[in-house]
């Protein structure tokens, strides 16, 4: 029985890219480099913030180079965290309704901890999330699956017991790495080729679908 559905964010609960390429880009140009076109995000993005600027900068990018951009991105994105991001359609809804049926919610993403809870607190209020685990010093990025076993701990519930919902190779192999069912969104930003070579156990066209996978799994 699924008691738990844990979340990716960028793409899956969200669309941030709009403001990912706004902070990208303005710590680009801050720092003399050119800016980048915004299709070219969906191929950045996933890995956590280091590796994203890595692969924004011309290349090949050094650690050094990525550190130097941190700063002014970090900057840009607290103070615009949330100028062009929105929910995906009928997110909130099925949200709502997986909480009436008593399901636990949780976020596992490779975004930093404040700035996971800054957009999830804006877009979804401050309580809709059961936890919120994050990239951080002692959280590996995903695919790892540290802060998904942190989250199902948290959660008091077993990897059979919990759906991963996200749009990525990184989503489905860190629901692989952890043990739980891996569900890849095709409303994200990659396609959905790349979530059924990466493992996911199903696909899913809207957030509604969600119910209908609990639905099923009672009847069958």
């Not at 290349?59 to 949330?82: C, D, F, G, I, M």
């Not at 999830?120 to 590996?140: K, S």
């Not at 017991?161 to 569900?183: I, K, P, Y």
Request: aromatic letters at 6%.
């Amino acid at each position: 029985m699924i008691r738990a559905i844990l979340f990716d964010l960028d793409g899956t609960l969200a669309d941030t890219l709009g403001d990912l390429v706004a902070a990208v880009n303005s710590a680009l140009a801050a720092q003399g480099y050119p800016i980048r076109p915004a299709a070219a995000f969906p191929r950045y993005i996933g890995n956590g913030t280091d590796k994203m600027l890595e692969r924004a900068l011309p290349q090949p990018a050094t650690a050094e180079q990525v550190a130097a951009l941190r700063a002014p991105y970090l900057a840009y994105y607290s103070a615009h965290p949330v100028d062009h991001t929105t929910v995906f359609d009928g997110m909130p809804e099925t949200l709502a309704a997986l909480r009436a049926r008593g399901v636990a919610l949780g976020v596992v993403t490779n975004k930093a901890e404040q700035m996971a809870k800054t957009v999830l607190d804006r877009l979804y209020g401050e309580n809709c999330f059961d936890v919120i685990c994050a990239q951080g010093a002692d959280h590996p990025a995903k695919p790892d699956p540290t802060t998904a076993r942190l989250a199902l701990a948290d959660l008091g519930v077993s990897p059979e017991e919990c759906l991963f919902v996200g749009d990525s190779d990184v989503d489905m192999q860190t629901a692989r790495n952890s043990g739980t069912t891996a569900v890849g969104v095709t409303w994200g930003y990659r396609p959905a080729d790349e979530l059924r070579s990466a493992g996911a156990a199903v696909l899913i066209d809207r957030p509604q679908e969600l119910l209908s996978l609990l639905d099923a799994q009672k009847d069958s």
